[in-house]
């Protein structure tokens, strides 16, 4: 089963304006999140990461947002730029675990 | 640092037959992963190994063996392709309660 959702296959959005992408997971036990970022024909880029004992978390550009209670992260990117069109996966992993779960992706476009 | 370091790129394999993907990280990680990635379906565990000498189970384990052959090198083997496992794989390293490092990736088509 899923443990990490991501339901928005994709999302386009104008240059300079917010992009928001949201993923939700089942495993309570799950208390590290993460994004990456891929483009095509490369493997995936660290891009943030929060921890369950914050509830926001910014560099640059980038902030994820955790709902623990809601079982919900969010990463906004703003201002969005055409260089962030890519594809973005959301992970999650236990504490002191190493099964680290993905979402199956939102593929964003930026359009200039 | 070369990173993480997979091998081969590309590879086509008939039904039946056998094939292992090699991997190999130069960041001294403890912990190692193989995934694949298929159309809709995202970054699928495939198996993970914690430390040298260890390996476990994720998600989609069936058809596959693994190999923890020291700290650097963690092998994908597929004793019997089928169609159902032609898709990208990738294998990635991590550091303590961190990220991942991911490699450029094996595209492996099963005729």
């Known amino acids: 089963d899923q443990q990490v959702k991501q339901n928005s296959p994709s999302l386009s959005v104008q240059e300079g304006r917010i992009s928001i992408l949201n993923c939700d997971y089942t495993?309570?036990?799950?208390?590290?999140f993460l994004w990456y970022k891929k483009y095509p024909a490369e493997g995936p880029t660290f891009l943030i990461s929060i921890s369950s004992i914050k509830d926001k978390n910014e560099d640059g550009r980038f902030t994820v947002f955790l709902n623990k209670s809601a079982k919900h992260l969010s990463l906004h990117i703003v201002p969005s730029q055409p260089g962030d069109s890519a594809v973005y996966f959301c992970a999650a992993v236990g504490y002191n675990n190493n099964d680290m779960r993905f979402g199956a992706g939102t593929r964003l476009t930026v359009k200039p | 640092n070369a990173g993480v370091t997979q091998t081969p790129k590309f590879q086509v394999l008939k039904t039946g037959q056998s094939m292992t993907l090699q991997c190999a990280q130069d960041m001294n990680h403890n912990s190692m992963y193989w995934y694949r990635q298929d159309p809709g379906m995202g970054l699928r565990l495939i198996y993970y190994s914690a430390s040298e000498g260890t390996t476990d189970k994720g998600e989609v384990p069936n058809g596959y063996n693994v190999s923890r052959l020291n700290k650097r090198e963690f092998s994908l083997r597929l004793e019997s392709a089928a169609p159902s496992q032609t898709s990208v794989y990738f294998c990635?390293?991590?550091?303590?309660?961190?990220?991942?490092?991911f490699g450029p990736g094996t595209r492996l088509t099963v005729t």
């Open positions: 495993n309570s036990m799950f208390d590290y």
């Open positions: 990635a390293s991590r550091i303590p309660l961190g990220e991942q490092y």
